[in-house]
């Protein structure tokens, strides 16, 4: 890692493009001059980043010409018209492969588009690449590096989305989550992110599995909360599901008057150097009048965290259950299309019964009827968006046990998506010049709110450094 690309969280990094439409409106740029810096940049970035699966250049630049003409006739199809995007290659473009980062689906070129892929378009999006995802969504990584330190992994599956938009490729990308591969990625890169609650993005063909959700990265809560309005406005929540609801523009910051301090088993596996941070920031909450409460001062919070043992695994175990048949035909078609790591997955997932999974959905619920029964106790839970810094990037090596969590650590993102809550990963931390999100989870309904919190923490809160 060298000087000029350690984090210093003050500093904006990437990309925005709220503040680019006004000069489109007055002729001093254009969504074409804007996408032709998105694509020298990547031309710049991209061979050690590698955050790209598929680009289409060509394509984007018709989209950039049709919206600069928008623009200069004052009819622009929504604020976000004219704004370069990424795709995380999980999900289907009609102009570019998906192939899911598995061997598997190499070709794989469906020619249609997502729910939310349409959505964009609709706005005046330009739909400029497919960004690397982690095989078929799950915890093996493609080759993605982090652009703070290439030494070292940007999270997944969202891998590509979130170094992409840290790097300034693009000012915003989509990705998705079933356990932490929006938030934990985004929080080792420095982004700003929304993983919704659950079902409030339309998720399209993306339905398999009962905890993934759509979401945005991006370097503020202007793009990011436009992004997902637009798409939301457009092609709703998913079937039986009440879409994103809120403002047309991002909410207006808003102090939180009480907090929950959500710690759980992911305590354990926090560094110093990053508790200490956190720690710092709560006592910046607490002098600015924010009451905080924890499991240590409040046994209801430690019944609920208690409740929350063992998140992690649960989460994960419901997840290998509903891709199982999925999985299983993959391989019967490409035995050797999938990684060891994904075998290993399919094979405790072939070991589970019906009763099980009927079990590990009654804890779901269970802990998801106390979560909601938390809803008058505080506003939101603050709690980190990872354990530490992103983890060196490790290969497997042929025949030996595939690494464990090569992507990082999801425990603290497991949570959230198993109570299908609203999350908001806000970059206030730096730990030894590498990014540490913190993260505010809300109730299902309420991600304008906690995106306003967060985004007061961010505009108000000091920001904190740790060698």
Known sequence: MTDSTAYNPNVRYGLTFHDATRRFQDGTDSPSQYLERCIETIAQREPEIQALAASNPSGARQAAHASTARWQTGNPLSPIDGMPIGIKDLLETRDMPTEMGCKAFKGNFPKRDNAAVWALREAGAVILAKTVTAELGGSHPGPTRNPFDTARSPGGSSSGS?????????????????AGSIIRPAAYCGNIALKPGQGAINRG?????????????TNC????WQVAF??????????????????PTAPAAKQP???IVLETEGWAYVDTATRTAFEDVLKQLDAAGT??????????????ESELRGAQDLCLAITAWENRWNTRNIVNQ????VSERTLEILANAEAQTPADYEQMLFRRRQAQTMYHNLAEMADA???LSCPGPAPVYVDDAPGTTPVPRPTGNPVFNCPSSLLFAPAVTVPLLAVRNLPVGIQIMGQRGDDALVTALARWMHDTLATVSIE
């Open 381 to 383: 839970i603050i709690t």
């Open 334 to 337: 490409h035995p050797d299309g």
């Open 291 to 304: 009451a905080l409460i924890r499991r240590d001062n409040n046994c209801t919070v430690g019944i609920f």
């Open 221 to 224: 809560f202007e793009d990011m």
């Open 257 to 259: 008057k009480r907090l």
């Open 230 to 247: 637009e798409i939301a406005s457009r092609a709703g929540g998913d079937r039986g599901d009440s879409a994103l609801a809120g403002p």
């Open 205 to 217: 063909e993306r339905m398999a599995t009962s905890m993934s959700t759509h979401g945005v990265h």
């Open 162 to 178: 979130a170094a992409a938009v840290a790097a300034g490729m693009m000012p915003a990308a989509i990705g998705t989550q079933v």
